[in-house]
């Protein structure tokens, strides 16, 4: 699934920011718009931002953000052995890669609240 950067935690403003307090993350941390290709009825939809920390090391079944040519993708990863399977986080083919690959973990789940 695509995510779109929107730029460094300190310096983001976004309508699912409400109630966060950027000042408490992490120097390391950015943020990620998830796009149109996670569709409507699963756990991350289309909208929903994901604060992601460039610092932290990959582990076993985190969500982390990989750069798959010019694009950030979301994974979930599966370790095995010194790298990590990573699978697709809507499903699909997944791929092997060492955690250098990786662009961060994701550590906050948003989701704006809709407005009547």
Do not use: W
């Amino acid at each position: 699934m695509k995510v779109n950067y929107l730029g460094p935690c300190q310096l983001a403003e976004h309508p699912a920011f409400d109630g966060l307090e950027p000042q408490r993350l992490p120097a390391s941390c950015y943020l990620v718009e998830v796009s149109d290709e996670a569709g409507g009825d699963g756990g991350i939809i289309e909208g929903d931002v994901l604060v992601v920390d460039e610092a932290r090391p990959v582990e076993h079944a985190d969500l982390v953000v990989v750069e798959i040519e010019s694009q950030f993708r979301l994974f979930r990863s599966h370790r095995i052995g010194g790298g990590h399977r990573l699978m697709p986080a809507c499903g699909g083919r997944g791929h092997f890669a060492k955690a250098k690959d990786c662009r961060g973990v994701v550590i906050q789940h948003l989701r704006q609240q809709a407005t009547a």
